[in-house]
């Protein structure tokens, strides 16, 4: 039964990751500095630890102490507007946070990593689907930080010997089938939470920001993938790497995308409640549409998708929401 530490493990993708590892029976240890993270969203079955990923010397004691075979991170600043204004504190947590498990995990010789990547890393594409091998060239410092993580990992396994993936993900949404866990920010930014905020009233309205791009209703396009999904590949990917496979990279994405109006005509079936839209002008640097190729994850890896209709993801964040809320419906 090998043990997995996953950073950042109290968070919305981690807690879920979490989940999915002790489902398949390994042993989970969690370290979490709490700043977004939620105590409550840590099963008693994974030892929890309140720490950051920062601190070299906690690292090292826990990564022998508990026999460590594999490490996942997630504990990452998110919001690209904030990197924006915040640029040194994304390269602080994100970077130098990369940095310290890698520098910890070489003295203590774990063999495996799994990094939460972005398709931040990409900008904006030339193309659609985007696939692994397209330029890299972020447009805002969360995705440079990203970006030079993944680098610093080509060079870092090269010379250490241990494995890794790095998992682009494309827009992270939906919730455990249970409604025990889910997505909490604050503020939000997640156009889903977003809709349903509007649709139960804790919002006045969803605003949507551009509506004469080059798509067919509009409105931009993005792939979202829900959160289960992304856990699954990274079981398989974690499973490869056990059985002797080298370092990959995986883009993680639905494969198709919807459209905003998609998205809010989904939250308005699946709810049955009325959300009012306000018009908004472009954001600035707003691609029209960002679509996730991941034939290689599916060749690769066997990983598809069960979450594959917006209505079966936005049904899964709805019962989150609801229970979040208190069970208000409107």
């Not at 994100?94 to 972005?118: D, K, Q, Y």
């Not at 594959?308 to 208190?326: A, D, F, M, Y």
Request: glycine residues 10%.
């Amino acid at each position: 039964m090998p043990t997995s530490l996953v950073c950042g493990g109290a968070g919305y993708i981690g807690s879920h990751m979490v989940r999915s590892l002790l489902e398949e029976g390994e042993r989970v240890v969690v370290l979490d500095n709490l700043s977004t993270g939620r105590r409550d969203f840590v099963p008693a079955e994974a030892l929890f630890i309140q720490g950051d990923v920062r601190d070299g010397e906690l690292l090292d004691r826990l990564l022998p102490q508990h026999d460590v075979n594999a490490v996942f991170l997630f504990a990452s600043l998110i919001k690209v507007g904030e990197s924006v204004s915040l640029p040194l504190a994304y390269y602080e947590n994100n970077f130098v946070g990369a940095l310290r498990v890698v520098e910890s995990m070489v003295r203590s010789r774990t063999p495996h990593f799994i990094f939460s990547s972005s398709a931040a890393v990409y900008g904006e594409p030339e193309a659609v689907p985007i696939t692994e091998d397209m330029p890299l060239r972020p447009t805002n410092p969360y995705g440079e930080t990203k970006l030079a993580v993944e680098q610093m990992l080509r060079w870092a396994s090269e010379a250490h010997g241990f494995t890794y993936g790095a998992l682009r993900y494309f827009n992270a949404c939906g919730a455990i089938e249970d409604a025990t866990l889910g997505e909490v920010q604050e503020p939000e930014t997640h156009l889903i939470p977003l809709v349903l905020d509007a649709a139960i009233g804790e919002k006045e309205s969803i605003s949507v920001f551009g509506d004469d791009y080059d798509t067919p209703d509009g409105t931009c396009v993005r792939d979202y993938i829900h959160v289960m999904d992304l856990a699954r590949a990274h079981l398989l990917t974690l499973d490869a790497l056990r059985r002797g496979g080298g370092s990959k990279i995986y883009n993680l994405g639905n494969g198709r995308g919807f459209s905003v109006e998609e998205v809010i005509d989904a939250c308005r079936s699946v709810t049955g409640l009325p959300i009012k839209v306000v018009r908004a002008p472009r954001r600035a640097g707003d691609p029209a549409r960002l679509i996730a190729s991941s034939d290689r994850a599916r060749q690769e890896l066997g990983w598809t998708p069960h979450y594959q209709s917006l209505e079966s993801i936005v049904e899964t964040s709805w019962r989150w929401h609801r229970k979040r809320r208190g069970g208000r419906t409107a």
